[in-house]
């Protein structure tokens, strides 16, 4: 896989300049240089060193990413909701784990895009997950196909400009209202490795979760919500905090008399910009069967949700 520039500019600059004014990090640039790429000027081989001049052409041939030994190739079906050479986007059902563990080292998402990935002889093997979800989380979650593509949507996602958008079934509480922004630092609870809180004492990390009203009955309320922040178990704990935990999240003392067992919580849209064409991609994973029970039960306030333009 290759990718060209076209130099267009009187000052003359280095060519390691150049690349690193177009994100190409250290870790990929060495890994071009020593690990069987090529980096090409008006198609000659050139070193970082070489100064550019106006309406030189560029061409920067990344190598082959060799399969990861640790990540043991499932072949089990995958929904996919969008792909191209760069990128890979899934419906991930409700029950499976983003990446493989200890105790479980064939039973996530990661295992069935790599066999994915055997099956279809990519020529890039190495799983770039961009954006996870909770084991009982269902939705749209995103991977990278190359390490290129991986580090400019990672780009995105911690400037913001990864638009993740949710749907959750919680707990009726009078603190939270048609409209809101839950703005409050998380951190993990003490002496626990996964469990997460509010922590107001400085120490936590910044947090904030925009929420509309959907539906509401039967005790329930349903909510669409946009993450602002990525924190670990974010949406599970701040509405926790105001009282509304999620149905079915018996690890924060959700209600678990529903037909629901699992946290009531799914990825409906994920909305990005295409890494080199600048598109705007958006992704949508229709709501799953247990979720979509319980919502059919409550009143619907706004069918639009916060679909705006």
């Known amino acids: 896989m290759y990718f060209e520039w076209t130099y267009e500019k009187e000052v003359e600059i280095s060519l390691k300049a150049f690349l690193k004014a177009h994100d190409i990090s250290r870790r990929l640039l060495a890994k071009v240089k020593f690990h069987g790429g090529q980096l090409l000027v008006n198609g000659k081989e050139e070193t970082v060193r070489y100064v550019l ?18 990540v043991i190739p499932v072949f089990l079906p995958i929904d996919i909701l969008y792909e191209d050479e760069h990128v890979l986007a899934v419906n991930k059902p409700a029950g499976v784990a983003s990446i ?4 479980h080292p064939k039973y996530s998402m990661a295992n069935r895009v790599k066999g994915y990935f055997v099956q279809n002889n990519n020529e890039h093997q190495v799983i770039h997950i961009v954006t996870r979800l909770d084991k009982d989380t269902s939705g749209v979650m995103l991977f990278a196909k190359h ?22 079934i919680a707990q009726q509480s009078d603190e939270l209202f048609e409209y809101g922004v839950i703005d409050a ?6 002496d626990s490795i996964m469990t997460r809180q509010v922590i107001a004492d400085g120490s936590g990390k910044e947090a904030r979760t925009e929420y509309w009203l959907y539906a509401r009955g039967y005790n329930m309320s349903v909510y669409k919500i946009k993450l602002h ?11 926790t905090h105001k009282k509304a935990t999620l149905i079915g999240d018996d690890l924060y003392g959700g209600r678990m ?27 949508h994973a229709p709501m799953p069967k247990d979720m979509q029970v319980l919502v059919e039960k409550c009143q619907i306030f706004d069918r639009n949700g916060i679909e705006r333009n």
């Open 53 to 70: 001049k106006n309406g030189d052409c560029i061409r920067m041939v990344i190598p082959k990413e060799e399969a990861q030994p640790n």
């Open 100 to 103: 493989p563990s200890y105790l």
């Open 147 to 168: 390490q290129f593509a991986h580090g400019q949507l990672d780009k995105q996602l911690r400037a913001g400009q990864v638009d993740k958008q949710y749907i959750a």
């Open 185 to 190: 630092p998380i951190g993990r609870v003490p």
């Open 229 to 239: 922040t990525g924190r670990t178990h974010q949406i599970r704990v701040h509405f």
């Open 257 to 283: 008399d529903t037909s629901l067992q699992r946290q009531a919580l799914h990825c409906e849209k994920l909305a990005f910009k295409h890494p080199f064409s600048d598109e705007i991609i958006t992704c």
